[in-house]
T-cell receptor, first 114, second 116 residues
């Protein structure tokens, strides 16, 4: 069975500093990978996704992620964060060629302060 | 586009009562998912439908939980009888296609359930 691990439950960072949120997956087959963001009292919305092709994926709000097959990782990065980026971030994965079951990590709370 | 619409947004009920959560997916989407979010267990997939047919309900915790999708524009998640440990935020999500590479998963704003 596949699983998604987010190593950090909380990441505090100052505004305009860079940030990396870590995600590792375990699967014996190829996967599709996603990052979602959840703002307080809202549902999740897609930040970016990796399906195939270039391993560096760019998403909304200046975020990007890099797929590393050898390390089974899909870390999320942003070179300069804003207060408005404060939210919960979820990494998710699903097996390629399957009907669609998406498995989420436990989430990382990004707290941006002045 | 109205997005995925869930109701009620908040529900407080007493143990033993029946709870029905409702979801209207985005028009034209043919995959629908029910997730449960708690602090302890994070986001758990309960069940998903493709073209109104339940495909995988292995995440449904027990027989007290049931889900239906009578048509392409409506789904319900029912808990009967409810228990305090069912307290959580329940999310409905929909997607245009069946495979994970067919499009983005759109989430509703969730239904926060509190069982006393």
């Amino acid at each position: 069975a596949q699983s998604v691990t987010q190593l950090d439950s909380q990441v505090p960072v100052f505004e305009e500093a860079p940030v990396e949120l870590r995600c590792n997956y375990s699967s014996s087959v190829s996967v599709y990978l996603f990052w979602y963001v959840q703002y307080p009292n809202q549902g999740l919305q897609l930040l970016l996704k990796y399906l195939s092709g270039s391993t560096l994926v760019k998403g909304i709000n200046g975020f990007e992620a890099e797929f590393n097959k050898s390390q089974t990782s899909f870390h999320l990065r942003k070179p300069s964060v804003h207060i408005s980026d404060t939210a919960e971030y979820f990494c998710a994965a699903t097996l390629t060629g399957t009907a669609s079951k998406l498995t989420f990590g436990t989430g990382t709370r990004l707290q941006v302060t002045l | 586009d109205a997005g995925v619409i869930q109701s009620p947004r908040h529900e407080v009920t007493e143990m033993g009562q029946e709870v029905t959560l409702r979801c209207k997916p985005i028009s034209g989407h043919n995959s629908l998912f029910w997730y449960r979010q708690t602090m302890m267990r994070g986001l758990e997939l309960l069940i998903y439908f493709n073209n109104n047919v339940p495909i995988d309900d292995s995440g449904m915790p027990e027989d007290r939980f049931s889900a239906k999708m009578p048509n392409a524009s409506f789904s319900t998640l029912k808990i009967q009888p409810s228990e305090p440990r069912d307290s959580a935020v329940y999310f409905c999500a929909s997607r245009l296609g069946q495979g994970a590479n067919t499009g983005e998963l759109f989430f509703g704003e969730g239904s926060r359930l509190t069982v006393l």
